[in-house]
């Protein structure tokens, strides 16, 4: 069997994490749609979003979540430490410097895979043409396996997918904070 995710933060269990400054040479529009940056990012600070401080329904801070406002897969270190085989092979971490008792990374999902299969999917498109959501994702005859995370060119800079694999670590680790929705099955 073939799953395909999208990957997002419970949003009963999740913290928020803005940038302390709203640098532009910091991480601004397109540092983390997949394309490869090595050592580059910006060491960037963070602080938890006060405003957003009673969603959170206990004070243990989770194992996933997004970072700023911009939906950056965040991962706890002992998250990155259970799920390493399967990031690292997959992507970029970049360091967020922020108080709090437990350290995040944000991840850069740079596996990029084209997988859906445009004409019978549903997608909402701009005027421009260029894909604005997918709203039903199927995917091409052809895919008989997906990575356990990773992007699609469609997409590239606001979802990251996941796999079976990846789903079954999480829930059999026990990790928090993380929420999947399933958006297709084969």
């Not at 009963?12 to 640098?23: I, P």
């Not at 206990?58 to 997004?66: G, I, K, M, R």
Request: charged share 25%.
């Amino acid at each position: 069997m073939m799953q395909l995710y999208d990957l997002t933060c419970d949003l009963n269990s999740f913290a928020s994490f803005l940038l302390k400054t709203r640098d532009s040479a910091a991480w601004g529009n397109g540092w983390f749609e997949g394309t490869i940056r090595g050592n580059s990012y910006p060491l960037v600070s963070g602080e938890r979003n006060r405003e957003e401080s009673d969603v959170i329904r206990s004070e243990v801070l989770p194992d996933f979540t997004h970072f700023d406002l911009s939906p950056i897969p965040t991962f706890s270190a002992h998250a990155r430490e259970v799920l390493d085989d399967l990031l690292t092979p997959h992507g970029e971490f970049a360091v967020i410097e922020l108080n709090e008792p437990m350290r995040y990374f944000a991840f850069n999902a740079t596996t990029m895979v084209d997988v859906l299969d445009e004409a019978r999917s549903e997608i909402a498109r701009f005027r421009s043409g260029g894909v604005m959501a997918v709203d039903k994702h199927v995917l091409l005859d052809s895919v008989t396996a997906l990575p356990p995370i990773f992007k699609i060119p469609q997409t590239r800079r606001n979802t990251t997918y996941v796999n079976e694999t990846f789903v079954e670590r999480v829930q059999a680790s026990g990790l928090k904070g993380f929420r999947f929705e399933l958006l297709f099955e084969r």
